[in-house]
């Protein structure tokens, strides 16, 4: 199927869009569709708001392409504003609503990028001014109203906790809005958004078992120990046009939301202001033939004031309890890995993730990640001898109650070597309960 669009704008307050999409049948015959906005406002006046907001959904679905993605925006809000519960505006609103935090991402980001960085954002204005597309032109170079470039990493951090999570938040909500019990079923193709359709496939090899004898049959029985399993990706066409996005695929997507918005939420919890001033006064020290010793750079450090500092409107206990449901929700999503990964008939239905998989790689990470967030937990920190050594860690202690500065955890004391032997408080707030860091770390052969 393919799709030719032509959108009109006749007084852009009113948002009167007239999209034509042509899709051809296997016979070769081509068949119109003809929506307008106005066709939506006539059935809201009707009363028919499921049905309109099915139409605002489907103009919205046709504006998706990456030079109208404010406009299929504006659609989908229409859509919801109808019909709260539309599993196509909800569905395709949560990305458009994190999408559109990044207007005029280039002006924004150029004055705090690096030289390496300052190229790629010019090579990609130029690729967008090839593509002679004015609304995706305006989307990347111009600033919003009211939006300013960014003076400082600690402008990026801010706009980062008070833009970017708020729309993740909103995605995470409008997801958790759709019906689990009937997909939602899409009509686009995603290659036009630069999405490439991958076929996945799972190997797995038996590393270590063990054999017993069974008295009642009178074999031996063969038992796997210890599994690993390995995922190939491979890129496949375009892919399909039509999708059936099931409960599944929304979960899948409620999971990377929620990871996104936990990753957010310790980045910006602690202030990086002063960061490049620190930056700036360590690049003195490299260039002068003065040796910069650790406790030079705890006392320079400890010079911006600002730096490290606990924000007033930080999240970080929220986190504990979202990552422990992210990774129960995964672990739960690898027990169904016959369903979801390599299956025949999850494939041939045309699901948004045809293969779901994880490797036994992933599953020992998350299962890590899932024993930290429950409470106390010991983690291999390195070995001593021939016995790895182990430190008890509180990570949701930490993040409840995390401490108001973290320059207050810098060390006090370094040994003739430059290591450090002293620390104001041993426990790092509370994430090292015992106290035993510098021992551990000694035992490890990390510090000498």
Known sequence: MSLILKTKKTLRSSLTLLLAATALSACGKSQIETITSKDAEKLMLQGKTHEAAGKYARIGELLLLPEGVQYADEMFDQALQADPSNGKANLYGALTKVMMVYRGFIPRFEPIATPSQLGDLERMRSEIAELKLPELTQFATQLPSGKRPFSSYYDLQRAV???????LEVALARLESISPTAPVMLSINLSRLGYTHYTYSQESWCNRGSSSYNSSTGQWDWVCNETTTYITAMPGSSGPTDFAVDARDIEVLKSAVKGMIDVVKVATA???????????????????????????????????????RLMSDNRLADVAQSAADVTEHLLGMYTM??????????RDANRLFRDICFSSEDMSQIQGIASLMAGPTKVTIGSGGESPVRILVDAPSFLKHPPADLKALLPTSFSETGAPNRLPDPTMGGLFPNGDLLSKLIQAGIIH
Do not use: M, W
């Open 337 to 346: 890995r016959a369903e979801l990964c390599g299956n025949s008939a999850r």
């Open 161 to 167: 906790r008070t833009e970017v999570l708020p729309a």
């Open 270 to 308: 602690y202030s990086a202001k002063d960061l490049e001033l620190l930056a700036k006064a360590l690049n003195t020290f490299q260039r002068s033939d003065i040796q910069l010793t650790p406790a030079h750079l705890v006392e320079l450090i400890k010079d911006y004031s600002e730096l490290g």
